[in-house]
């Protein structure tokens, strides 16, 4: 079974910038993350789709962070315009459903200068 | 308050050494409790879970709770070179959705 996709695996830009990441769940996944994790720091949740509907986004930074899952597989993060303390690895993560082993993908590390 | 606490370590031990690696909670209403594992540029994978007081086996790994403590440790016996990765406590938001709340997790190195 093929395991959580993600690209690109790294991203450089300048602050103000704007970027986008891409996901690809394990194949019949409904419920699909997105992680925020700082260098040194656990990670934190930035917004949860069921399908194609949102469940949680309380912690998306949503002046910024926009999120979609339009057909309810794949989906794409966006920061725009980035700064300095987007800086960090962005996880993204899926379970078959709700309540269920999360499956993270490797991740894209930002770097914002 | 933060609502998992975990020492950021680094934390490193002989080969064949029992490693405790811990974290403390301040919400009495969790309920689960899991351990990631996570290797340097990869994401986290789950290692082990558990959801009542008392300790929980799977091979050379240990994880145990304790809910009068808010105390939570994964012990690892007999400590592998290809055990030195960060080790995550996750543990579920109670309050509707299935967020995971982690702790900073705690940076093990086994040397040979």
């Known amino acids: 079974e093929a395991g959580v996709a993600q690209s690109p695996r790294y991203k450089i830009i300048e602050k103000r910038q704007s970027v986008a990441f891409w996901c690809n769940p394990i194949?019949?996944?409904?419920?699909l993350y997105w992680y925020q994790q700082i260098l040194g720091q656990g990670p934190k949740l930035l917004i949860q789709?069921?399908?194609?509907?949102?469940?949680?986004d309380s912690q998306l930074p949503k002046d910024r962070f926009s999120a979609e899952r339009l057909k309810g597989v794949d989906s794409t993060l966006k920061i725009q315009p980035a700064k300095l303390e987007d800086s960090a690895v962005y996880l993204c993560?899926?379970?078959?459903?709700?309540?269920?082993?999360?499956?993270f993908g490797p991740g894209t590390r930002l770097l914002v200068l | 308050q933060k609502e998992v606490e975990q020492d950021p370590g680094p934390l490193s031990v002989p080969e064949g050494a029992i490693v405790s690696l811990n974290c403390t909670y301040s919400?009495?209403?969790?309920?689960?409790f899991m351990w990631y594992r996570q290797y340097s540029r990869k994401g986290p994978e789950l290692l082990m879970y558990?959801?009542?007081?008392g300790n929980k086996e799977d091979g050379r790994f240990t994880a145990q709770v304790d809910k009068s403590s808010k105390y939570i440790s994964l012990f690892i016996r007999d400590s592998q070179p290809s055990d030195s990765a960060t080790y995550l406590c996750?543990?579920?938001?109670?309050?509707?959705?299935?967020?995971?709340?982690f702790g900073t997790g705690t940076r093990l190195q086994v040397f040979p």
């Open positions: 789709f069921q399908n194609n509907g949102v469940v949680d």
């Open positions: 194949s019949g996944h409904a419920t």
């Open positions: 919400n009495s209403a969790f309920q689960y």
């Open positions: 996750a543990i579920p938001d109670p309050n509707g959705t299935d967020k995971l709340i």
């Open positions: 993560a899926s379970s078959l459903t709700l309540k269920e082993t999360q499956y």
């Open positions: 558990t959801y009542s007081s």
